[in-house]
Every structure is written in structure tokens, then in C-alpha cells.
């Protein structure tokens, strides 16, 4: 699996840190959605390509019983170059230990960029079970492989040389990201992804997705369940493949997306930026409306 990534300070201060610090309170008069299940995956804290607000904002709209991480929420090959941790990083993780601490089972299975955290596999921080692996079984008794995906990724497992170079690429990519949205978001424009355009647009960008996503789906045929959940590839999406459900939860550097299950099993993947967009459409509706 390679050398695991070493940082200067102790990896679970991570936990102890954010939730010892003074936080922003959560939102108050805020309408919140619960589900039966959310997962969640490549976070990337520790970057300036997290997009912290959005997580925060969903954090602050949703609820649910149980919540998935799906590895690289923390981006230990970043925070070793150089360490970055606004508060607003802070503030995902406190939001994260409060679920947990009001009874939200909370699991974390940690990927590539967090792999640090696997060698406290079997433990729990403040409520937060760390896994390598889970089975999830929804509403409906269908039983989903949850894992980041990271394990079927033949860069990152032989080669870490070209993966630490390519996350370098990527991360000028996302700079590239922040200034689009800077200009964006001063000509009241949504948020748009530039990384993720681009990414659609590269053929061989297509083809690695599509052959991950298959050899995933095998591997979950292979061990008889019904259907698996990954992250890695920051692509969100839902295929049935050779008779197995495959799901990615995406990420929040590009896509800002989560996948849920509802109170019956039927699961849905929610892209926040249209879920924003459509939110303030209709607050702006509403106090036309009002002023009418």
C-alpha cells in the first residue's frame, strides 16, 4: 500500500482540535431535510479547493440517522507540503463531532488523501467509528459495499510517484477553480465548476472513470451484495452495472454533491449547488410575492 503518509503533528489532533475550538454557531431558522443515510466523501480539507461554505451549508440543511464518510475528507498529502486550516475547516469537522455527540452514528472510511486514519481502524473518536470497509443495508434490505475506491485505483496503488503528481496538477486546477467562481460570484453568476467541465471533456478522463466504476461493481458482485458506494473519482453517479448498483457520492472541490437514501430505501444524489440555486429562487419568488 505504500508509505503512509506522515504529517508534523498527531493525525486524531485533527478531531480534538476542531472540536475544542470556538466554532460559528449553526444556523438558526433554517427549514432542515432529514434522511435515513448520507455519505459524503472528498472533502479535501486542508486545500483551498474545499469548498468549505457549500459543505457548511448543506451540514446546516440536513439531518439524518446515519452518515458516511467516504474517505479523503482530510488531504494529508496537502496538509504535508504545507499546513492550511481556516476555520471554516474548523467548522465542518465541529458540525461533524456535534451530529455525533446528538446520536448520528457517524462512519468514516478513510481513502488515499487521509489514509493516515486507517491504522485507527476499529476505533471511534468522540462517536465517529473509523472503518476500512462497511455493509450498509437500506430501508428496502438491499445491502451496499461502502468503500472510498481507492484500493481499485492502479496509480495510486503502483505508482503514488504519478499520483502525487497529478494531485499537483489538480490542485492548480483548482486554483484555477476559485478564481473562475471569484468572477463568478461578483457577476451574481452560480457556482460552476471548471475542473469537472474539463474533466467531461478529456477522453481519457471518460474512459478511467468508466472502467473504475466497473471494476468496482465487480468487486461487489464478487462478494454477493446488492450494490456499492464509493467516492475517489470526484464524479457523482448512479449506473446499474452487469446486474449490481453501482453509486459515487462525489465530492465537495468540484461538484458538491451527497447521496442520500431516503425514509424508504430509494436513494438520490443532490447536487447542493442547483439545490442552493433553487433555494434562493424561491425565497426570491416568495418576497415578490410578499411585496406584491
Known amino acids: 500500500m505504500g508509505t503512509v503518509t506522515k504529517l508534523p503533528f498527531e493525525a486524531a489532533d485533527l478531531f480534538d482540535f476542531a472540536a475544542s475550538s470556538p466554532q460559528?454557531?449553526?444556523?438558526?431558522?433554517?427549514?432542515?431535510?432529514?434522511?435515513?443515510?448520507?455519505?459524503?466523501?472528498?472533502?479535501?480539507?486542508?486545500?483551498?479547493?474545499?469548498?468549505?461554505?457549500m459543505l457548511i451549508d448543506f451540514l446546516d440543511h440536513v439531518d439524518s440517522e446515519t452518515m458516511y464518510l467516504v474517505g479523503d475528507i482530510?488531504?494529508?498529502?496537502?496538509?504535508?507540503?504545507?499546513?492550511?486550516?481556516?476555520?471554516s475547516h474548523n467548522d465542518i469537522v465541529w458540525r461533524i463531532m456535534k451530529r455525533a455527540k446528538r446520536g448520528t452514528r457517524i462512519v468514516y472510511i478513510p481513502g488515499n488523501h487521509d489514509e493516515m486514519f486507517r491504522q485507527f481502524t476499529g476505533l471511534d473518536f468522540g462517536g465517529v467509528k473509523i472503518k476500512r470497509q462497511a455493509i450498509h443495508t437500506?430501508?428496502?434490505?438491499r445491502r451496499?459495499?461502502?468503500?472510498?475506491?481507492?484500493?481499485?485505483?492502479?496509480?495510486?496503488?503502483?505508482?503514488?510517484?504519478?499520483?502525487?503528481?497529478?494531485d499537483a496538477a489538480y490542485h492548480v486546477m483548482m486554483v484555477l477553480n476559485r478564481w473562475v467562481n471569484a468572477y463568478r460570484r461578483a457577476m451574481r453568476l452560480p457556482y460552476w465548476s471548471l475542473s469537472k467541465y474539463a474533466k467531461h471533456k478529456v477522453k481519457n478522463a471518460i474512459e478511467f472513470i468508466s472502467r473504475f466504476e466497473e471494476i468496482v461493481a465487480h468487486e461487489a458482485k464478487v462478494r454477493g451484495v446488492d450494490g456499492v458506494i464509493a467516492?475517489?473519482?470526484?464524479?457523482?453517479?448512479?449506473?446499474?452495472?452487469?446486474?449490481?448498483?453501482y453509486f459515487n457520492d462525489g465530492d465537495w472541490v468540484e461538484g458538491c454533491t451527497a447521496l442520500v437514501e431516503h425514509d424508504d430505501g430509494r436513494m438520490e444524489i443532490l447536487n447542493?449547488?442547483?439545490?442552493?440555486?433553487?433555494?434562493?429562487?424561491?425565497e426570491t419568488a416568495a418576497t415578490t410575492r410578499a411585496a406584491a
Not at 449553526?26 to 469548498?51: A, F, K, Q
Not at 447542493?272 to 429562487?281: K, L, V
Open 138 to 141: 437500506t430501508a428496502d434490505g
Open 24 to 53: 460559528r454557531p449553526e444556523r438558526d431558522g433554517i427549514v432542515r431535510r432529514r434522511y435515513r443515510t448520507v455519505w459524503i466523501s472528498d472533502v479535501h480539507l486542508g486545500t483551498r479547493g474545499c469548498n468549505a461554505e
Open 144 to 166: 451496499l459495499l461502502v468503500l472510498h475506491g481507492d484500493e481499485f485505483d492502479a496509480i495510486t496503488l503502483s505508482h503514488r510517484w504519478l499520483a502525487h503528481a497529478g
Open 74 to 87: 482530510f488531504d494529508g498529502w496537502q496538509l504535508k507540503r504545507k499546513f492550511y486550516w481556516p476555520a
Open 231 to 245: 467516492g475517489h473519482i470526484h464524479t457523482a453517479d448512479y449506473r446499474r452495472i452487469d446486474g449490481v448498483e
Open 272 to 282: 447542493w449547488a442547483d439545490e442552493i440555486r433553487a433555494r434562493e429562487a424561491a
